[in-house]
């Protein structure tokens, strides 16, 4: 379980104190990822902090849909290839059975012995 802590993070120039359970690591890798957005755009200039931030979010929305979808197609691309394959290895152990087992399984007689 994780304990929720108090952690300061510096977003668009603005510090922000949360309480989070997150690894205070990863959170300022996220505000890192932030601020590099930022930092593309220009900054605030004639744009204000809001507006900029809210481009991010949009840009960072996009990302992610757009790895959804990625993944999505992975996943499918994987799905048919197992499928295909699994036919594949059927057909050929449907080949490569005996058209007949009878003929193939013939065991020898066995011989009684008078003992």
């Given at each position: 379980m994780?304990?929720?802590h108090t952690v300061t993070l510096e977003i668009a120039g603005t510090k922000?104190?949360?309480i989070a359970d997150a690894d205070e690591q990863h959170?300022?890798?996220?505000?890192?990822m932030v601020n590099d957005r930022v930092a593309k755009l220009?900054?605030?200039?004639?744009a204000t902090a809001a507006q900029?931030?809210?481009l991010v979010a949009l840009g960072l929305a996009d990302d992610l849909k757009s790895s959804e979808k990625?993944?999505?197609e992975v996943d499918q691309l994987a799905r048919t290839t197992i499928t295909q394959l699994i036919a594949r290895i059927d057909q050929r152990l449907v080949q490569d059975q005996p058209s007949n087992i009878t003929e193939s399984a013939e065991l020898p007689e066995l011989q009684k012995s008078d003992s």
């Open positions: 994780f304990v929720k922000f104190r949360l959170l300022a890798e996220l505000a890192g220009g900054g605030p200039g004639r900029v931030l809210a990625k993944l999505r």
